[in-house]
């Protein structure tokens, strides 16, 4: 069994940066895509990245949503089996609770902004940005 626990997150005025982490326990070599997503209030959980845990090169195969493309990055420690969230140039629609999500499933860019493909989920992280 698989479990993702997330650490991180905070409050920062607008401009700002933050990081989030996600730690997966039980079996980590089980798992091949690695997603990050959010939650607005009242709104449905969108995605935010998807990222090939297999892809060990410095530029891994990796799918961004259009409103976090060139402010946000994800990296990964494979001796921790810690995955990272960083994000830059914070603004206030921003602010939601941040999830990770994991699948043993390769990643493909058809379906890797997609919560239904994901198995495993963290807990969330609440991010909130300040104008």
């Known amino acids: 069994q698989v479990q993702l626990v997330q650490s991180g997150g905070g409050s920062v005025q607008a401009g700002g940066s933050l990081s989030v982490s996600c730690a997966v326990f039980g079996l980590p070599d089980s798992i091949n895509t690695m997603g990050w997503f959010r939650q607005h209030p009242g709104k449905d959980r969108e995605g935010v990245i998807g990222v090939s845990t297999r892809d060990l090169s410095r530029d891994p195969f990796t799918v961004y949503a259009d409103s976090v493309k060139g402010r946000f990055t994800v990296s990964q420690d494979k001796a921790k089996s810690t995955f990272y969230l960083q994000m830059n140039g914070l603004q206030p629609e921003d602010t939601a609770v941040y999830y990770c999500?994991?699948?043993?499933?390769?990643?493909?860019?058809?379906?890797?902004?997609?919560?239904?493909?994901?198995?495993?989920w963290g807990q969330g992280t609440q991010v909130t940005v300040s104008s």
């Open positions: 999500a994991a699948t043993p499933v390769p990643l493909e860019r058809g379906w890797s902004l997609d919560t239904n493909r994901y198995n495993y």
